[in-house]
């Protein structure tokens, strides 16, 4: 068990930093909002990590179970309210791109800036 | 069993992360997200976590693939230039991991019942819900009304999001940029030529409307709630706009409609909280909206659970319809 | 009785896994992407038939039982349409369905 508690903070890191690699070092700007999603996704992976109880299950009540340990519903809130926003600062990302394109021709971001300097 | 299948669901989700990156093509890389968000949805899923599951697969493998390939038809599909200063990136972006991977040797024992998140006010939500509120979904407890703030802000976000996505999207174009629509791309139109997917999506339309509006009322009983049942009932109407075409789904429901959802929704949920405050108490206190101080709880969490589900709806279909106009402005 | 229950969905589990197995290898192994499409279909029609039936029949006459028929279902329906519009967008993107000169050896190269 404790391996696969050291290995859900391992997987979280290299999630984390394959998406901060794609936001910095890439120059298409669609690729760098796709990175800022997996970014996204694995902070959502640590906080519904540390929610878990062991021998917990869902916090949901019924009549038929009762005396059951249940898993900490506050990470899984805050983590419902991070998804939606997170598709709402795409879907406005993805807005300000489109409307790049239509005005450099371009969305690669070494030839936009290149664009602005002349 | 379990700690095999989680290693190997987390170990699928590098692949998936690595491919995504590594890949030229944008489009394989969209489609590739949409495996990612439902492989972590299947993971949250065996940490318990059935909400965030649930919103995880409507949300990021649904609509954040549509408003992705959107975005996709009217910009590039290949991403042009190599990676300057690679070297670098690779140096900052391992010298960050080791410092987390360092930090996370601190971390209290995965599903430890002593660790410090679940000391403080999850036992307090998890014993008094049942005194106070009464239903027994815990988490749209904690989302309705114990943290109901944080999600009018979450409401107001989403808002801004589509007004914002109106604003940058809803101006005419130039004539350069009009690209006269030819037999295959003609939105008028739509995909109404082939057959199969004619009937299917006729077919499931309907059912997925009503299976968002069961997600929508049946949040306080089961996972689920506003957000998946906006999100749910979006796709809906995608589906709908990408057979038949987008012009027919203006029609069926017009973006008056959409407007009135959207400001709709956030004004039915802060109405929820000055109705509170009229009758005496403070702001989003759902105690006083009736006489049996849990009823009125339970009504104020079904109001603004449909006012959350009315915003994000509203929004979700705004922006898909700003995406898919763009060509024709 | 319940063993045997048991046994049944537990072959009906296994007989899926190896369906599904056999899917995945036919998806990496096809050389076109028309027969990969049709090495994946057998995921998606035995693989979730099978394993479906198997997890329905460790529910037993329960309402999860029904909600899973209705899962099975919309899979049943969904998939082939999917696919459906897979082939057909590939055909307008120009992909054509030869398997290459690999698939007729007495034809001259």
Same mark, same amino acid.
């Given at each position: ?17 394959? +998406? ?14 796709? +990175?800022?999603? /997996? ?11 540390m929610s878990k109880v062991s021998g917990g299950t869902a916090p949901i009540f019924s009549e038929k179970i009762t005396g059951v340990l249940y898993s900490n519903p506050l990470p899984q809130v805050l983590i419902l309210t991070? /998804? ?27 030839? /936009? ?6 | 069993?379990?700690?095999?299948? &989680? ?20 489009? @394989? ?125 979450? @409401? ?108 709709? &929704?956030?004004?039915?949920? &802060?109405?929820?909280g000055v109705v509170g405050m009229l009758e005496g108490a403070e702001f989003l206190n759902y105690s006083v909206l009736a006489a049996n101080p849990v009823k009125g709880q339970q009504l104020g969490i079904i109001l603004i ?21 763009r060509d024709r402005a | 009785m319940k063993i045997a229950l048991d046994i049944l969905s537990w072959v009906l589990l296994t007989a899926g896994g190896v369906f599904v197995l056999v899917g995945g290898i036919g998806a990496l ?81």
């Open positions: 068990m404790e391996f696969l508690g050291l290995y859900h903070y391992w997987v979280f890191v290299v999630l984390l930093m394959i +998406g901060f690699y794609a936001v910095v070092a890439k120059v298409n700007l669609i690729k760098k909002l796709i +990175g800022l999603s /997996i970014f996204q996704s694995a902070v959502f992976l640590l906080y519904i990590t991070a /998804i939606v926003v997170g598709i709402s600062t795409t879907a406005l990302g993805l807005g300000i791109v489109v409307r790049i394109k239509e005005e450099y021709g371009t969305t690669e971001e070494h030839e /936009i800036q290149e664009i602005d300097r002349r | 069993m379990t700690v095999l299948f &989680g290693v190997l669901l987390l170990t699928l989700l590098v692949i998936t992360a690595v491919a995504i990156v590594r890949t030229k093509n944008l489009f @394989v890389a969209v489609m590739l997200l949409g495996i990612f968000s439902l492989l972590i949805a299947a993971n949250f899923f065996l940490l318990d976590a059935a909400d965030v599951a649930l919103t995880e697969a409507a949300v990021g493998a649904g609509i954040s693939t549509v408003l992705f390939l959107g975005a996709l038809a009217l910009t590039s599909e290949f991403e042009h230039a190599a990676t300057p200063h690679r070297w670098l990136s690779l140096a900052v972006v391992t010298g960050a991991a080791l410092v987390v991977l360092y930090a996370t040797f601190d971390k209290p024992e995965f599903g430890d019942p002593n660790a410090p998140v679940h000391q403080h006010v999850a036992p307090w939500y998890l014993q008094k819900t049942p005194e106070y509120i009464d239903i027994p979904n815990v988490v749209t407890a904690v989302l309705g009304s114990y943290r109901g703030y944080d999600t009018l802000g979450e @409401v107001f976000v989403v808002f801004t999001a589509g007004i914002g996505v109106l604003f940058l999207l809803s101006a005419r174009r130039g004539p350069a940029g009009r690209r006269r629509p030819d037999q295959a791309h003609d939105p008028a139109i739509g995909l109404r030529s082939h057959v199969i997917p004619l009937v299917v999506s006729r077919l499931l339309a309907p059912f997925i409307l009503l299976f968002g509006l069961y997600v929508q009322f049946h949040g306080e009983y089961g996972p689920g709630g506003g957000f998946q049942a906006g999100a749910l009932i979006a796709a809906a109407f995608i589906l709908y706009a990408l057979i038949e075409g987008e012009e027919r789904t203006l029609r069926v429901l017009p973006q008056g409609a959409l407007n009135a959802l959207m400001v709709g &929704g956030a004004l039915l949920y &802060g109405g929820v659970e449909a006012g959350v589900g009315m915003t994000v709806t509203g929004v979700l279909l705004s922006i898909f319809h700003a995406f898919a106009a | 192994r096809m050389p076109n992407l028309y027969t990969r499409m049709h090495a994946a279909s057998v995921t998606d029609t035995m693989g979730a038939i099978l394993v479906i039936a198997g997890v329905m029949i460790q529910a037993g006459f329960t309402l999860v039982t029904i909600k899973l028929a209705a899962i099975l279902l919309f899979l049943l329906i969904t998939s082939p349409t999917a696919s459906y519009a897979l082939g057909n967008a590939a055909m307008l993107a120009g992909i054509k369905p030869d398997a290459g000169s690999a698939a007729d050896p007495e034809k001259a190269p």
